[in-house]
């Protein structure tokens, strides 16, 4: 059977797209280091993705953080149930080191793998609630700063069901990453986060409405996602620091987003805070989910 050319070149970009993920050493511009590259393969999965429920403990371990530098970690009061860990590969480039990769959901972390269902996932939770009465789900790590140690960084990507947004959707699913400040607020509709270095050169949170490239090739649960972002801050070796990972739903409760998160590293190299997407926008086409 002869296939035309237009969809054999989708065909082409997509295979392409789905094999391509660089290694958790890359590195490059914006002081964040130096180096190369390489594609990885990362099989799409055949069948539902396997997500174990998890404490705070072993949220930290599946982001491969290092036991010996761990104090303690806490899930400051958030329902267990936006929390798990899988060693599954889904999410297009999950799991990034160590073999597991940990998941914050402001529904049901259980259902945030493949095949994505109907209507997306969805489920209210109990536990923390922003002054939007939206879910909050929250990881608090203590962490002892080795001496030699200049940056902190890790990977994640931000999955929701408000992408694609429809035309008068008001909601705004937003994750932070936080230094040494738990305080979140809302204001005019946008969450306020001091502290929070997940953010890009113009200072904009990574949420639904943040101007972020999307794809809706998600391999999750959900109808649309960022890039792959690696995200630094400063930090002083010998010191003690809290992180707070935290996501949360705005404007709407019932439509759900997760963030999957691994690969935590120190850096002895100095780097300034913010975001790298780690994927070159070559790879990352906006094509609907077969």
């Not at 761990?70 to 798990?84: C, E, K, Q, R």
């Not at 990034?96 to 945030?112: D, E, P, Q």
């Not at 990881?139 to 200049?150: A, G």
């Not at 986060?193 to 904009?204: K, Q, R, S, Y």
Request: charged share 10%; with cysteine.
């Amino acid at each position: 059977m002869r296939i035309a050319a237009k969809s054999l070149l989708l065909i082409m970009i997509t295979a392409l797209y789905l094999t391509v993920s660089l290694p958790a050493s890359a590195v490059s511009v914006q002081g964040r280091g130096s180096g190369t590259t390489q594609a990885e393969s990362n099989p799409a999965p055949a069948g539902p993705a396997t997500i174990s429920p998890a404490d705070a403990d072993q949220l930290a371990a599946a982001m491969n953080v290092p036991g010996a530098d761990l104090n303690w970690a806490d899930l400051m009061g958030s329902d267990t149930d936006g929390v798990g860990v899988s060693n599954a590969p889904f999410a297009n480039w999950f799991p990034r080191a160590g073999g597991t990769f940990a998941i914050l959901s402001t529904g049901l972390a259980a259902n945030a793998g493949p095949p994505k269902p109907p209507t997306g996932p969805s489920g209210k939770l109990t536990g923390l609630f922003n002054n939007d009465l939206g879910d909050v789900v929250r990881l608090q790590l203590n962490l002892h700063v080795p001496n030699n140690v200049k940056c902190l960084s890790f990977d994640f990507a931000f999955h929701s069901t408000e992408f694609p947004q429809p035309s008068g959707t008001i909601g705004n699913d937003t994750f932070t990453a936080q230094l040494d400040d738990d305080a979140l607020s809302i204001i005019d509709g946008v969450v306020v986060a001091p502290g929070n270095f997940a953010v890009d050169g113009a200072g904009n949170n990574v949420s639904v409405k943040g101007g972020f490239s999307i794809t809706t090739f998600t391999q999750s649960a959900y109808y649309g996602a960022t890039s792959l972002f690696q995200a630094s801050t400063p930090v002083t070796g010998g010191s003690t620091i809290n992180l707070y990972l935290s996501i949360q739903d705005l404007k709407d409760d019932e439509i759900d987003s997760a963030v999957f998160l691994d690969n935590f590293r120190w850096s002895t190299q100095a780097c300034q805070p913010g975001l790298k997407d780690l994927i070159s926008t070559v790879y990352l086409p906006l094509m609907a989910q077969p």
